[in-house]
């Protein structure tokens, strides 16, 4: 699917760093200015020569260095009062922490039982996290909360940014009520989960959902519903009619209209994926299931409308737990839905929530991973598998 998927270009926008996390660079940032900018104290104490502290004998405080302050050139032979952040004086090389520092008057010294502080001591130098013209982000970044403190201290106020890829959301399903409309007891009709699910998973990215509202399971009307919308957006995600019933719809309008790229992964849950497209818009056809959705997404979609955004393929750690279960093998490569539990030994053991039917959404509420279990693989507890963390912050 990455592979025949390029870049879509969006339009580029200036945006201030408050609104940009999230969003793709459009170009490479770099320092304007050094961080830190210039010499200063890691700690609250007093700056002098290290050769001058190292003589242990008092010496005269010439200056009081708040942050924020101006530092004049050190007096030779003598100590400034400094805090945290504030400038260090030209020719002042080693910085006292003040619990280490007696005073008698207004002189100080080394307490008797510390160390001299030596060359370079709780000295922040000019530069010494990035310098002026550094490289601080490549184009294709997507910009983290962490990034956006970077390009900051950096004198970057602003920075271009894709526009949001425009997601059509579209639900199919006759039996499908939107929330908010009345429990229709007597029809006993489930609500459509599936798109808010989607536009809340679209929104954790930074893209636009355009809402496709709900198909009925009809081919003509599904037809004309998929042309609308690869006009209106980038790409489409759909919802059910995917799998392999007389009334499932989709993947039939999609070989007469579209392009059927692939159809069935083996995962579980999942199965019923078809990827494709309409005109030239990419097509994402999930099945109905609302675990399948959130998994299929998770694990497939996401980093396919990554691409499209114009995002960088990102590193992510591979994190590990212990089964404190056991399964046989299966053919699909299975997604669990767990919870992480410290067991005794220190490690992390992933319990599975009891209900793993692909279309119960409570075991999906209640994790706090996917545990992935490779296809043809037996599970005996104490083995270690791979699990997606669902719960970022
Ligand atoms: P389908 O793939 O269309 O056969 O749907 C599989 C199951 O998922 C059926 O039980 C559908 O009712 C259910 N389903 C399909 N779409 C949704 C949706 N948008 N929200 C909640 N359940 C759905
Ligand atoms: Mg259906």
């Known amino acids: 699917m990455l592979a025949a998927l390029r870049p879509l270009h969006k339009a580029i926008e200036e945006l201030t760093l408050a609104r940009a996390s999230g969003r793709v660079l459009a170009a490479a940032q770099q320092a304007l200015v050094a961080s830190p900018p210039a010499d200063n104290s890691a700690m609250d104490g007093y700056a002098a020569r290290a050769l001058d502290w190292a003589h242990r004998k008092p010496l005269?405080?010439?200056q009081y260095l708040p942050a924020g302050a101006e530092a004049?050139?050190?007096d030779s032979g003598t100590a400034v009062r400094i805090f945290t952040g504030a400038p260090l004086p030209k020719g002042a090389d080693a910085v006292l922490a003040q619990e280490l520092a007696e005073l008698s008057g207004a002189e100080v010294m080394v307490a008797a039982a510390a160390e001299t502080p030596p060359v370079g001591c709780h000295v922040r130098r000019r530069g010494e996290d990035f310098a002026q013209g550094a490289r601080l982000l490549p184009a294709g970044r997507r910009l983290f909360p962490q990034d956006i403190g970077l390009l900051a201290a950096a004198g970057i106020a602003s920075v271009p940014v894709y526009a949001p890829l425009r997601v059509a959301v579209l639900s199919t399903g006759d039996e499908l009520l939107e929330p908010g409309a009345p429990p229709t007891s007597a029809l006993r009709r489930p609500y459509n989960s599936n798109r808010p699910t989607l536009i809340a998973l679209l929104g954790e990215l930074g893209m636009e959902a355009l809402d496709g509202g709900i198909a009925p399971d009809d081919r003509?009307?599904?037809s004309e519903c998929l042309d609308t919308l690869a006009e209106q957006?980038?790409?489409i995600i759909s919802t059910g009619g995917v799998s392999v019933g007389d009334r499932d719809m989709l993947r039939?309008?999609?070989t007469e209209r579209g392009e059927t790229q692939l159809w069935q992964v083996a995962i579980k849950p999942g199965k019923?994926?078809?990827?494709g497209s309409v005109g030239e818009v990419p097509l994402f056809a999930l099945p109905g299931n609302p675990a399948a959705v959130f998994i299929c997404f998770r694990v497939l979609v996401r980093s396919c409308l990554l691409r499209l955004q114009g995002a960088e393929p990102e590193t992510a750690p591979v994190l590990r737990a212990r089964a404190v279960f056991s399964a046989p093998a299966n053919q699909r490569?299975?997604?669990?839905r767990a919870s992480l539990r410290r067991a005794n030994d220190g490690e992390m053991?992933?319990?599975p929530l009891g209900q793993q039917s692909s279309g119960a959404l409570r075991p999906l509420a209640d994790a706090d991973c996917l545990a992935r279990i490779p296809a043809g693989i037996a599970i005996n507890a104490g083995d270690w598998l791979e699990v997606l963390p669902l719960r970022g912050g």
């Open 349 to 351: 053991g992933i319990h």
């Open 60 to 62: 005269p405080v010439s």
């Open 333 to 336: 490569e299975e997604y669990l």
């Open 272 to 275: 019923p994926l078809l990827f």
């Open 252 to 254: 039939r309008v999609v």
């Open 220 to 222: 003509a009307q599904l």
């Open 72 to 74: 004049q050139p050190l």
């Open 233 to 235: 957006a980038d790409c």
